[in-house]
């Protein structure tokens, strides 16, 4: 408790404790002061073995004395380096320490917190994230090119001050490259997929990994722990869901690579990349699932989900809400429809934690959890279909009024996520998919394999549709460049767009082919059938003003529905009874 003293055997009062810091493993820390034989006092971090064994303490007192020693000859900047003592369990003043000796390690006390604390607190943006992290890479950096490994970093062993000053602390299992082992370390959610043994080498992968768990940590300070066995899938996830861009995600998830020899080393190249798009990210807009649902009359119902949840928009709203209770909060991705005879609205959404809801007028239920990507529909049999990966695998997941969520999982290919979905004739579904950024087509039950779209690369997003010719999918790549392909058709596909990058893209089967959207900096654009004389597809752009969503429909009157997000607003198009566009006017929130 705060007042005890403690000190070694020739001096058992030279420090007293102030502050319980946290407690971990086998120690506790806490902030104290030492007084110093000229009387001076100073603050110090006291890190207090809770072992009892007088063997076990001289043990650790020797591997404690052997760090000490090693990271002051090291001389690494910014590597904090503890001393060590042997001393009586802590006492009051003037009293006689009961029981044996204890160990301390002793450090200078740092006026900062733990990086997962600062993260979460901070409020100098993106800029002051990235200097956080080339700080850190620096000390890691430094202690590598002396072929030293510190083997524990971990958020609580990471200190930074309220100016951005970074310290390296808790040297317990720091080690040189070329000694073998003696003990192995394992901090949950910061550990590579390779595991260490007694008795091998120490490797700087193990640093280096950790490192890039604690970029996610310091862009993604809300989220849980991280799975080591799937590190760079799910926080690319995650931050794609978070609204960072595809370069920036896949920058982030460099050092998870699950092959050691591909993590950036030294990190400082790495974390200068990360400084430049750190320093031009700019948030996507709040919107980040968008559906549109034309009801029996043809009127549509827009269901838009994002940081506050799921919302409907549109003259088909009337009657409907969206469902009530406690539910995701902000939404990655979402999928709608109305199911059952009654046409029931249904919502599936993915949270940012990668959390499958499903929502109806009774309210919210969760679903599963690891889950990425969302696609499907309502089927002619009244259900509706989605389609997920978690952990690798494929999911489905129906429900119906009346019926029970199902769910399913669909071996025979893998998928990081899913990114399309189209019911080709009931009961059977056609595919798109993520895994390790190759694009694959797949008809689950088939017992064809997954056939791989186009060359492998970073992707953002990806639609489905049927046309007289065949399926046909369209991918959007990183670089907002979009392809179009003919499933069954071998080659690379059409490039579509002239050249002009994209950030959305929704794609629907309709008369004589499929039409495209595509949302970006330029506007929507639409792309049609050829119709007329013409054999070549028509351009139609119903605004300039950039857009980030885009989502299409087709209702059943065959009239097609385009709704999307410009400059952070809703609009909504629709075709008339002749098929020509017209602006849809959205009534005010009730």
């Known amino acids: 408790m705060p007042g005890l003293r403690f000190g070694p055997e020739f001096d058992p009062e030279q420090y007293e404790l102030l502050e319980f810091h946290h407690r971990g493993g086998e120690a506790e820390v806490w902030r104290a002061v030492r007084t110093g034989h000229n009387g001076i006092k100073e603050l110090v971090a006291a890190k207090i073995m809770l072992e009892r064994d007088p063997s076990e303490v001289r043990r ?50 740092v006026e900062g917190v733990p990086l997962h604390t600062w993260a979460r607190a901070q409020r100098g943006g993106p800029a002051a994230v990235a200097e956080v992290l080339a700080r850190l890479c620096r000390i890691v950096d430094e202690l590598h090119r002396k072929r030293w490994v510190h083997r524990d970093i971990s958020p609580a062993n990471v200190l930074v001050d309220a100016q951005g000053l970074v310290k390296l602390i808790d040297l317990t299992f720091l080690a040189p490259l070329d000694h073998t082992l003696t003990v192995a370390v394992f901090t949950p959610g910061h550990v590579p997929p390779e595991a260490e043994q007694v008795g091998g080498f120490p490797t700087t992968a193990k640093d280096l990994f950790a490192v890039g768990t604690l970029a996610r940590t310091l862009l993604l300070p809300d989220h849980g722990r991280l799975d080591h066995r799937l590190a760079a899938e799910q926080a690319r996830a995650e931050l794609l ?71 409907l928009a549109g003259p088909g709203r009337t009657g409907h809400r969206p469902p009530a209770g406690q539910g995701p909060g902000a939404i990655r991705e979402l999928a709608a429809g109305w199911a059952g005879r009654q046409g029931e609205l249904v919502i599936c959404a ?13 309210g919210w239920w969760e679903a599963a959890r690891g889950v990425s990507g969302l696609a499907g529909a309502v089927g002619v049999a009244g259900e ?36 399309a979905a189209e019911e080709e004739r009931p009961g059977a579904w056609l595919l798109l998919v993520e895994h390790r950024e190759r694009v694959l087509s797949w008809r689950p039950g088939s017992g064809e394999p997954p056939v791989p779209l186009g060359p492998p690369g970073a992707l953002r997003a990806g639609a489905l549709a049927r046309a007289s010719a065949g399926p046909q999918a369209a991918t959007l790549r990183a670089d907002g460049s979009v392809q179009l392909h003919t499933l069954g058709t071998p080659g690379a596909g059409t490039e579509i767009g002239d050249g002009e990058p994209s950030l959305g893209i ?7 082919g499929p039409t495209v959207a595509l949302a970006g900096a330029g506007g929507v654009r639409l792309r049609l059938p050829a119709g007329g004389a013409s054999r070549r597809p028509r351009w139609w752009r119903p605004t300039l003003r950039p857009a980030t969503r885009v989502a299409l429909a087709m209702g059943d009157d065959w009239r097609l529905c385009l709704a999307a997000v410009v400059e952070g607003e809703l609009q909504v198009w629709q075709e008339d009874a002749a098929y020509r566009w017209q602006a849809v006017e959205l009534p005010d929130e009730a």
């Open 384 to 419: 509706l279909t989605v389609w997920t990966a978690a952990a690798g695998a494929l999911r489905s997941y129906r429900w119906a009024p009346g019926l029970t969520l199902t769910g399913q999982e669909h071996p025979g290919c893998p998928a990081d996520r899913v990114l």
């Open 241 to 311: 869901a978070a609204g960072y861009g595809e370069e920036l995600a896949r920058w982030a998830c460099e050092p998870l690579a699950r092959e050691p020899e591909r993590r950036p080393a030294p990190l400082g190249p790495w974390a200068a990349r990360g400084r430049e798009l750190l320093r031009a990210h700019r948030p996507v807009a709040r919107t980040a699932g968008l559906a549109v649902l034309p009801d029996r009359a043809g009127r549509p119902l827009v269901v838009t989900g994002g940081a506050d949840g799921t919302a």
């Open 506 to 512: 929704a794609m629907v089967g309709h008369r004589g």
């Open 350 to 362: 993915e949270d940012r934690s990668g959390t499958l809801w499903v929502g109806t007028a009774a």
């Open 60 to 109: 650790w007192l020797g591997r404690w004395d052997d760090v000490s020693h090693n990271a002051h000859r090291l001389g690494v900047t910014d590597l904090v380096v503890p001393s060590f003592l042997l001393g009586p369990s802590p006492h009051r003043p003037g009293t006689v320490p009961a029981g044996g000796l204890m160990g301390y390690q002793i450090s200078p006390w």
